[in-house]
């Protein structure tokens, strides 16, 4: 009996996933290719699969400790090669994102600028985009943005395509997000593209989230509004 209804329950699921997939075929998106639709139709069912595991990923810093360099000193290269400075942030919330054109979780950024947008004034999202998993961010840092803009209506900014990952050309701002000495406490680097790093108004690094916990997760939205 448990057997038939597991069968049946798999048979359902991937029927319904043959429709995604399908559906997302004759209805290609004007500004993405046959795979950025198909990942687009498909992140709910990704987010329904992988969600519950995200939840126990979550890290949290209770004690708020605070490591030995201030965000609020670093400085890194925005998206048009621009100087970009973390010490404007000062009296608000950032969330820093590392983010990926061709992944499954890249529906993640309609809802990053919801969150934007939902917490304008107090929150601050700033993306990263970077191409160390699987090369799934290969665009040049003009055509990312393109992207970004296009797809998904992304205000918020973005840094020019580095690094995120523990090695020796990491940008200097996931050095700082995975070095305990450095912010605190934190040593989680990136399992994935799109985690998550919330900041405080203080400049104290208070969570990590990994890639399967949606930007509007309550669990996130709880940590910004805390």
């Not at 969150?115 to 990263?128: E, N, R, W």
């Not at 040049?140 to 803009?149: H, L, T, V, W």
């Not at 523990?166 to 040593?187: E, F, I, M, P, R």
Request: glycine letters at 6%; proline letters at 3%; one cysteine or more.
């Amino acid at each position: 009996m448990y057997l038939t209804k597991n069968k049946s329950m798999i048979i359902k699921i991937a029927i319904a996933v043959g429709v995604l997939v399908t559906a997302a075929l004759l209805m290609k998106k004007k500004d993405m290719t046959y795979r950025q639709s198909i990942l687009k139709t498909m992140y709910p069912v990704i987010m329904w699969s992988t969600g519950k595991a995200g939840s126990k990923q979550v890290q949290v810093n209770p004690a708020m400790k605070k490591g030995t360099v201030e965000l609020y000193s670093l400085t890194t290269k925005d998206i048009t090669g621009k100087d970009f400075s973390f010490e404007q942030f000062k009296g608000k919330k950032v969330l820093i994102v590392n983010t990926a054109s061709d992944c499954g979780y890249t529906g993640q950024y309609e809802n990053l600028e919801k969150l934007s947008k939902q917490f304008a004034g107090t929150l601050v999202v700033v993306g990263f985009p970077a191409n160390d998993f699987k090369n799934q961010e290969t665009k040049d840092d003009q055509a990312i943005a393109a992207f970004c803009q296009k797809n998904y209506g992304v205000s918020f900014p973005l840094m020019a395509k580095s690094v995120v990952i523990k090695s020796k050309d990491q940008n200097n701002v996931y050095a700082w997000l995975t070095s305990a000495n450095l912010n605190g406490w934190c040593t989680q680097a990136p399992a994935w593209n799109f985690c998550k790093y919330l900041i405080n108004e203080e400049g104290v690094l208070t969570h990590y989230f990994p890639m399967s916990v949606d930007p509007l997760d309550q669990v996130i939205i709880d940590a910004v509004k805390k």
